[in-house]
């Protein structure tokens, strides 16, 4: 069984930043395939943020282009979020996923693997 286990959160002001890692880890899953930042408030859905794909074909939301950037290091078999300009609003709890596939997709429901989630708390 993948397990997918999330670090790097924490408490940031507005405008700083913080790097989130995911280490997948068992089972025989290729990080070559897509993996994915989510991130979920109390009460909300959970919102794709960031996706890494086969091909290293980036794509990110609106709300966090231009401000976090999303990459992988495949011999590590880990992904990183490094999040810079961080607002409030950011504040979140950040789960990785990963499919089963080369391509990625923006809806919860077909990632396969999830980790338990990282806490990221903004103040102003």
């Known amino acids: 069984q993948v397990r997918l286990a999330e670090s790097g959160g924490g408490p940031a002001q507005a405008g700083g930043s913080l790097r989130l890692s995911c280490a997948a880890s068992g089972g025989s899953y290729n990080v070559d395939n897509c993996m994915a930042w989510f991130r979920q408030l109390p009460g909300k859905e959970r919102e794709w943020i960031a996706t890494?794909?086969?091909?290293?074909?980036?794509m990110y939301a609106e709300s966090v282009k231009g401000r976090f950037t999303i990459s992988k290091d495949k011999n590590k078999r880990t992904l990183y979020l490094q999040m810079t300009g961080l607002k409030p609003e950011d504040s979140a709890m950040y789960y990785c996923?990963?499919?089963?596939?080369?391509?990625?997709?923006?809806?919860?429901?077909?990632?396969?693997?999830w980790g338990q989630g990282t806490q990221v708390t903004v103040s102003s």
């Open positions: 996923a990963a499919r089963q596939g080369w391509f990625c997709s923006v809806v919860v429901h077909e990632y396969d693997h």
């Open positions: 890494f794909d086969h091909y290293d074909q980036i």
